[in-house]
Nanobody, 127 residues
Framework: QVRVVESGGGLAQAGGSLRLSCTVT????????MGWFRQAPGTEREGVSC????????YYKGAVKGRFTISRDNTKNALYLQMNNLEPEDTATYFCATNYGGDFCSDSLPIVGLDYWGDGVQVTVSS
């Protein structure tokens, strides 16, 4: 019944922007912290950013600080990742995931306690 659906991926040029969205149905959305994760070919999946249940705190992987912004709209069961000043190193499959209760969301962006995952969207940055 729970569905996690990402959208907004695609191709961008270095220096360009993309905005990812994630819509979640089948849960009480504000009971969950949310996170964005990514996996590039040949690498482990890593945390990119997370946001607490009420949106009051957020954390970012160092490589994206100042370029990416995470946000959520609890009236729409939606999570967003605004990605600016994209770099080729951002090329990866991006996933959103939920965390019931919310203690997962911290600077370490651990891949633990994540309940539901989307199927992922591809982001490819050229040049």
């Amino acid at each position: 019944q729970v569905r996690v659906v990402e959208s907004g991926g695609g191709l961008a040029q270095a220096g360009g922007s993309l905005r990812l969205s994630c819509t979640v149905t089948g849960i009480t959305f504000d009971d969950y912290a949310m996170g964005w994760f990514r996996q590039a070919p040949g690498t482990e999946r890593e945390g990119v950013s997370c946001i607490t249940r009420n949106g009051g705190s957020s954390y970012y992987k160092g490589a994206v600080k100042g370029r990416f912004t995470i946000s959520r709209d609890n009236t729409k069961n939606a999570l967003y990742l605004q990605m600016n000043n994209l770099e080729p190193e951002d090329t990866a499959t991006y996933f959103c995931a939920t965390n019931y209760g919310g203690d997962f969301c911290s600077d370490s962006l651990p891949i633990v306690g994540l309940d539901y995952w989307g199927d992922g969207v591809q982001v490819t940055v050229s040049s």
